[in-house]
C-alpha cells in the first residue's frame, strides 16, 4: 500500500503499482479507510464510565489515571481472586505482529492471567490441514494462473480476496474454467463458469462423493498416493459408501453434477482449490476441511505449477513466536505455572458461569466481542455484571466499549510501526507511521508497556522497542526467513519469504506430519450433518426450518467498518427465498424477526434469489448497538465447539423467520 501525506495529513490510499499482489488497487473497505481515519467518531482521549453498563456514557480522563486505575484493579483482583480472575480479548482486529500478538502476551502471562484460545475464526481448519498436511500452508497465489481449472470451495473471492481475482482473470484469460462450490450465490458466485450451491454443512459429502469417481475410476495418482501418502486403504473403503447418488441426497447437488466435477477435476490439470474458513465453520468442518484437503493428494496435483490447494499462508511466516510472546514469564507470575484457557467462543459462558476463580476482569482489545461472539445474549449477560471490571482498547465506541469501565485510544496501522505478514501471499512488509496519531491515541505496543511499569514489571523485555521486538521475531532460524533482517525490511518495500523461485511444497511430499506424509484420516471424515441443519437434531428442526448462513459481508470486514451507514445497511438485511417468504407470508423489503432458543433480531427482507429453500443468508456483522432492540445474528448463533481446535460453528444454526409491522 502507498499512502500520499501533504502537509501532515494523509489524502489518498493506493496498492503498489510495483507490489506482486496489489498491484495498483486496494480492496473497496481499505481504499477508504481514510474515511476512518480522519472520522469524527475517532476515539482520541481516555474515557471512564459515567453511566450504566451498556449505555455509553463515560468521561474524559487523564492517561495517568486511567493506567492507574486498570492497574490497581487488576491488582487488586489478582491479589484476592487469583490471576486466573482477569481473562484478556482480541483477535485480528490488527494483522500487525506487534500490535496483535507481542508485548500484550509478555503483560498478561507475567501476570497469569487466563490464556484466550483464539479460535473464532479458522481454529478448525487449521487444526485439520495441521492433521492432514502438517503445515497450514499452499499453493501460491501467483501460480493460479497456470492452472486450467479453478475450485473457489466456500470462497467468496470478490468480497474477501480480491487481490486474488486478478491470477484468476488471467488463468480464464488462458482457458481456465472457474467453479464456486457455495450455498449462496455470492458475487463471486454469480460471475462462475458454474455454481455448485451445495446444501450447508454437507462440504465433506461432496469430497466423498467425488473421491468415490476418482478412485474407483482410476483417476488418482497411484504413483504420489503410494510414495506420499497414508491411509489410502481405508479412504478407499469409506469413499465406497459415498456413491454419487448418496451424496446428492446429502448435498442438494445431482449425481450427474457430483460425478461430472469429480472427473473434471482430477483430469483437468493443473487444477487447484481456493478453500476458505466458512467450510469449517460448522459442527463436523475439521473433518470437511481434511476432506477437501485429501483431493490434492489424491490426484497427486501439489506436483504441479498451478495444482494443489490454498486455505491460508500464515504458517510459512515462522517467526519465533517464543521470543515475541513470553510464554515462559508464566513461570514468574503469582501462578508459577501456565494458565488455564478459556475459548473465546465460550465467552458468554465464562463471563456467567466460569468459577475457581469466577472472571473478575476482562481486557478487550483488537476485537469486539459484544458484536461478533456467538451466543450473544449470554455475553451481554456477562458484560452487564456490574462487578467484572472491564477495558476496552479501541478507535470507535463499538458495542463492547459501551460496556467498558475505562476505554483506551488505539492508533490505527497508518499511525505505529509494525511487522505485517499475510494470509493470502508470501511477502513480509514492515510499516513505519505515515501520520501522526490523533488525541491522545496510543499503539497497544505501547500500552501493555506502560500498564507493565504501572504493575512493577521489571524483566527487560517490557521496555524493549519495537525494533528490538522485530528483530526477535525474525531470529527464529526458520529457512523461510533466512536473509529477511529487519535493515533488509527497512530498506525495501517488501520482502518475498525464502521460498525458492518455484514454491511447490508438497510436490515431492515433505508434509510435516509425524510421519512425513500426508494423512488421509478416513476414520474421521465419515459424514455427519451438523447438528442444527435440516438433517440435523430432530428436535431442533421441528421447530427452526431454516439453516442461517451468517456469511462476510462484502462492504465491511466482520464489525469492524460498522458505524459506516451503507455497512450497517448491508448487514441489516436477511435474503430469503421466494418459496420461503411466500410460505410466510413475507414481500421484499418486509421487516422480519429471526429467531431462536437463544434470542432474537430484526431485520429487511430480501427475497432476492441468492439462496435455496431451507437457507435464510444474512451478511454480518451488524454493530448492535445500530440495530433496532440492540441485537445481530448472533444473538442466534451457537457457542457449541466445532470437532476440531475449538472452531466455532456460526454455519450451524436453525432459525425461522417471521413478518414484523414496521
Given at each position: 500500500?502507498?499512502?500520499?501525506?501533504?502537509?501532515?495529513?494523509?489524502?489518498?490510499?493506493?496498492?503498489?503499482?510495483?507490489?506482486?499482489?496489489?498491484?495498483?488497487?486496494?480492496?473497496?473497505?481499505?481504499?477508504?479507510?481514510?474515511?476512518?481515519?480522519?472520522?469524527?467518531?475517532?476515539?482520541?482521549?481516555?474515557?471512564?464510565?459515567?453511566?450504566?453498563?451498556?449505555?455509553?456514557?463515560?468521561?474524559?480522563?487523564?492517561?495517568?489515571?486511567?493506567?492507574?486505575?486498570?492497574?490497581?484493579?487488576?491488582?487488586e483482583?489478582?491479589?484476592?481472586?487469583?490471576?486466573?480472575?482477569?481473562?484478556?480479548?482480541?483477535?485480528?482486529?490488527?494483522?500487525?505482529?506487534?500490535?496483535?500478538s507481542?508485548?500484550?502476551?509478555?503483560?498478561?502471562?507475567?501476570?497469569?492471567?487466563?490464556?484466550?484460545?483464539?479460535?473464532?475464526?479458522?481454529?478448525?481448519?487449521?487444526?485439520?490441514?495441521?492433521?492432514?498436511?502438517?503445515?497450514?500452508?499452499?499453493?501460491?497465489?501467483?501460480?493460479?494462473?497456470?492452472?486450467?481449472?479453478?475450485?473457489?470451495?466456500?470462497?467468496?473471492?470478490?468480497?474477501?480476496?480480491?487481490?486474488?481475482?486478478?491470477?484468476?482473470?488471467?488463468?480464464?484469460?488462458?482457458?481456465?474454467?472457474?467453479?464456486?462450490?457455495?450455498?449462496?450465490?455470492?458475487?463471486?458466485?454469480?460471475?462462475?463458469?458454474?455454481?455448485?450451491?451445495?446444501?450447508?454443512?454437507?462440504?465433506?459429502?461432496?469430497?466423498?462423493?467425488?473421491?468415490?469417481?476418482?478412485?474407483?475410476?482410476?483417476?488418482?495418482?497411484?504413483?504420489?498416493?503410494?510414495?506420499?501418502?497414508?491411509?489410502?486403504?481405508?479412504?478407499?473403503?469409506?469413499?465406497?459408501?459415498?456413491?454419487?447418488?448418496?451424496?446428492?441426497?446429502?448435498?442438494?447437488?445431482?449425481?450427474?453434477?457430483?460425478?461430472?466435477?469429480?472427473?473434471?477435476y482430477?483430469?483437468?490439470?493443473?487444477?487447484?482449490?481456493?478453500?476458505?474458513?466458512?467450510?469449517?465453520?460448522?459442527?463436523?468442518?475439521?473433518?470437511?476441511?481434511?476432506?477437501?484437503?485429501?483431493?490434492?493428494?489424491?490426484?497427486?496435483?501439489?506436483r504441479?505449477?498451478?495444482?494443489g490447494?490454498?486455505?491460508?499462508?500464515?504458517?510459512?511466516?515462522?517467526?519465533?513466536?517464543?521470543a515475541?510472546?513470553?510464554?515462559?514469564?508464566?513461570?514468574?507470575?503469582?501462578?508459577?505455572?501456565?494458565?488455564?484457557?478459556?475459548?473465546?467462543?465460550?465467552?458468554?459462558?465464562?463471563?456467567?458461569?466460569?468459577?475457581?476463580?469466577?472472571?473478575?476482569?476482562?481486557?478487550?482489545?483488537?476485537?469486539n466481542?459484544?458484536?461478533?461472539?456467538?451466543?450473544?445474549?449470554?455475553?451481554?449477560?456477562?458484560?452487564?455484571?456490574?462487578?467484572?471490571?472491564?477495558?476496552?482498547?479501541?478507535?470507535?465506541?463499538?458495542?463492547?466499549?459501551?460496556?467498558?469501565?475505562?476505554?483506551?485510544?488505539?492508533?490505527?496501522?497508518?499511525?505505529?510501526?509494525?511487522?505485517?505478514?499475510?494470509?493470502?501471499?508470501?511477502?513480509?512488509?514492515?510499516?513505519?507511521?505515515?501520520?501522526?496519531?490523533p488525541?491522545?491515541?496510543?499503539?497497544?505496543?505501547?500500552?501493555?508497556?506502560?500498564?507493565?511499569?504501572?504493575?512493577?514489571?521489571?524483566?527487560?523485555?517490557?521496555?524493549?522497542?519495537?525494533?528490538?521486538?522485530?528483530?526477535?521475531?525474525?531470529?527464529?532460524g526458520?529457512?523461510?526467513?533466512?536473509?529477511?533482517?529487519?535493515?533488509?525490511?527497512?530498506?525495501?518495500?517488501?520482502?518475498?519469504?525464502?521460498?525458492?523461485?518455484?514454491?511447490?511444497?508438497?510436490?515431492?511430499?515433505?508434509?510435516?506430519?509425524?510421519?512425513?506424509?500426508?494423512?488421509?484420516?478416513?476414520?474421521?471424515?465419515?459424514?455427519?450433518?451438523?447438528?442444527?441443519?435440516?438433517?440435523?437434531?430432530?428436535?431442533?428442526r421441528?421447530?427452526?426450518?431454516?439453516?442461517?448462513?451468517?456469511?462476510?459481508?462484502?462492504?465491511?470486514?466482520?464489525?469492524?467498518?460498522?458505524?459506516?451507514?451503507?455497512?450497517?445497511?448491508?448487514?441489516s438485511?436477511?435474503?430469503?427465498?421466494?418459496?420461503?417468504?411466500?410460505?410466510?407470508?413475507?414481500?421484499?423489503?418486509?421487516l422480519?424477526?429471526?429467531?431462536?432458543?437463544?434470542?432474537?433480531?430484526?431485520?429487511?427482507?430480501?427475497?432476492?434469489?441468492?439462496?435455496?429453500?431451507?437457507?435464510?443468508?444474512?451478511?454480518?456483522?451488524?454493530?448492535?448497538?445500530?440495530?433496532?432492540g440492540?441485537?445481530?445474528?448472533?444473538?442466534?448463533?451457537?457457542?457449541?465447539?466445532?470437532?476440531?481446535?475449538?472452531?466455532?460453528?456460526?454455519?450451524?444454526?436453525?432459525?425461522?423467520?417471521?413478518?414484523?409491522?414496521?
Amino acid at each position: 500500500m502507498l499512502v500520499q501525506v501533504e502537509d501532515g495529513r494523509a489524502f489518498r490510499l493506493r496498492g503498489d503499482p510495483a507490489h506482486p499482489i496489489t498491484r495498483g488497487f486496494l480492496c473497496a473497505k481499505v481504499t477508504r479507510y481514510l474515511e476512518r481515519e480522519y472520522s469524527p467518531e475517532r476515539l482520541l482521549y481516555p474515557l471512564m464510565r459515567t453511566g450504566l453498563k451498556g449505555e455509553g456514557r463515560f468521561m474524559r480522563v487523564s492517561w495517568e489515571t486511567a493506567l492507574d486505575l486498570i492497574a490497581e484493579r487488576l491488582r487488586e483482583i489478582s491479589d484476592y481472586y487469583g490471576p486466573e480472575a482477569i481473562l484478556p480479548y482480541s483477535y485480528t482486529g490488527t494483522m500487525g505482529l506487534l500490535n496483535g500478538s507481542s508485548m500484550d502476551r509478555r503483560f498478561f502471562h507475567r501476570l497469569g492471567a487466563s490464556r484466550l484460545d483464539r479460535t473464532i475464526c479458522s481454529a478448525a481448519g487449521s487444526a485439520a490441514l495441521t492433521a492432514s498436511l502438517g503445515y497450514r500452508y499452499g499453493t501460491d497465489p501467483e501460480q493460479f494462473p497456470e492452472a486450467r481449472l479453478i475450485l473457489a470451495w466456500g470462497a467468496n473471492i470478490l468480497a474477501t480476496n480480491v487481490h486474488l481475482w486478478p491470477f484468476i482473470v488471467e488463468a480464464r484469460r488462458r482457458g481456465a474454467r472457474f467453479y464456486v462450490i457455495d450455498p449462496v450465490q455470492t458475487r463471486t458466485a454469480e460471475v462462475a463458469d458454474k455454481h455448485f450451491a451445495i446444501e450447508p454443512g454437507t462440504d465433506l459429502a461432496l469430497a466423498l462423493g467425488m473421491m468415490h469417481v476418482i478412485i474407483g475410476e482410476g483417476l488418482y495418482d497411484a504413483g504420489y498416493v503410494a510414495r506420499h501418502c497414508s491411509g489410502f486403504e481405508e479412504l478407499s473403503e469409506l469413499v465406497r459408501q459415498y456413491p454419487p447418488e448418496r451424496a446428492a441426497s446429502l448435498t442438494g447437488l445431482q449425481p450427474e453434477e457430483i460425478v461430472g466435477l469429480a472427473r473434471e477435476y482430477a483430469t483437468r490439470r493443473p487444477a487447484v482449490i481456493r478453500l476458505n474458513y466458512g467450510v469449517q465453520r460448522t459442527d463436523y468442518g475439521g473433518a470437511a476441511v481434511r476432506g477437501i484437503a485429501a483431493l490434492p493428494a489424491l490426484t497427486g496435483s501439489w506436483r504441479e505449477p498451478g495444482g494443489g490447494l490454498l486455505l491460508s499462508t500464515t504458517h510459512a511466516f515462522a517467526f519465533d513466536r517464543q521470543a515475541l510472546e513470553r510464554p515462559d514469564l508464566e513461570l514468574a507470575s503469582p501462578l508459577g505455572r501456565e494458565a488455564r484457557r478459556v475459548n473465546m467462543n465460550e465467552l458468554g459462558k465464562a463471563l456467567t458461569s466460569l468459577v475457581d476463580p469466577p472472571i473478575q476482569a476482562l481486557v478487550v482489545y483488537n476485537s469486539n466481542p459484544a458484536a461478533v461472539a456467538p451466543n450473544q445474549n449470554l455475553v451481554l449477560e456477562g458484560l452487564r455484571r456490574p462487578d467484572l471490571f472491564t477495558v476496552v482498547i479501541e478507535q470507535f465506541q463499538t458495542d463492547t466499549a459501551d460496556y467498558a469501565d475505562v476505554v483506551l485510544p488505539a492508533t490505527t496501522f497508518l499511525e505505529h510501526t509494525d511487522l505485517y505478514y499475510s494470509w493470502g501471499h508470501y511477502y513480509l512488509q514492515l510499516a513505519r507511521p505515515a501520520v501522526e496519531a490523533p488525541g491522545e491515541c496510543k499503539s497497544n505496543f505501547e500500552i501493555f508497556r506502560l500498564l507493565a511499569q504501572r504493575m512493577g514489571f521489571q524483566e527487560p523485555c517490557f521496555r524493549e522497542t519495537e525494533e528490538e521486538a522485530i528483530r526477535a521475531a525474525l531470529a527464529s532460524g526458520h529457512p523461510f526467513l533466512e536473509g529477511i533482517t529487519y535493515e533488509r525490511l527497512s530498506s525495501e518495500p517488501w520482502v518475498r519469504l525464502n521460498l525458492g523461485e518455484l514454491f511447490l511444497p508438497f510436490a515431492a511430499g515433505g508434509f510435516g506430519t509425524p510421519s512425513g506424509k500426508c494423512e488421509f484420516g478416513a476414520a474421521q471424515l465419515d459424514f455427519r450433518p451438523p447438528i442444527e441443519s435440516r438433517r440435523g437434531d430432530e428436535v431442533l428442526r421441528r421447530r427452526y426450518s431454516l439453516e442461517l448462513v451468517s456469511l462476510k459481508a462484502a462492504e465491511g470486514l466482520n464489525s469492524s467498518f460498522g458505524n459506516w451507514p451503507e455497512v450497517d445497511r448491508a448487514t441489516s438485511v436477511a435474503w430469503l427465498n421466494a418459496q420461503d417468504a411466500a410460505a410466510r407470508g413475507i414481500r421484499d423489503g418486509d421487516l422480519v424477526r429471526l429467531f431462536n432458543d437463544r434470542g432474537s433480531c430484526l431485520l429487511r427482507a430480501s427475497v432476492n434469489g441468492k439462496v435455496r429453500p431451507g437457507i435464510v443468508a444474512a451478511p454480518s456483522i451488524r454493530w448492535a448497538r445500530l440495530a433496532p432492540g440492540g441485537r445481530n445474528v448472533n444473538a442466534l448463533t451457537s457457542d457449541r465447539l466445532a470437532d476440531l481446535g475449538g472452531g466455532a460453528v456460526f454455519y450451524s444454526c436453525l432459525v425461522e423467520v417471521e413478518r414484523c409491522d414496521d
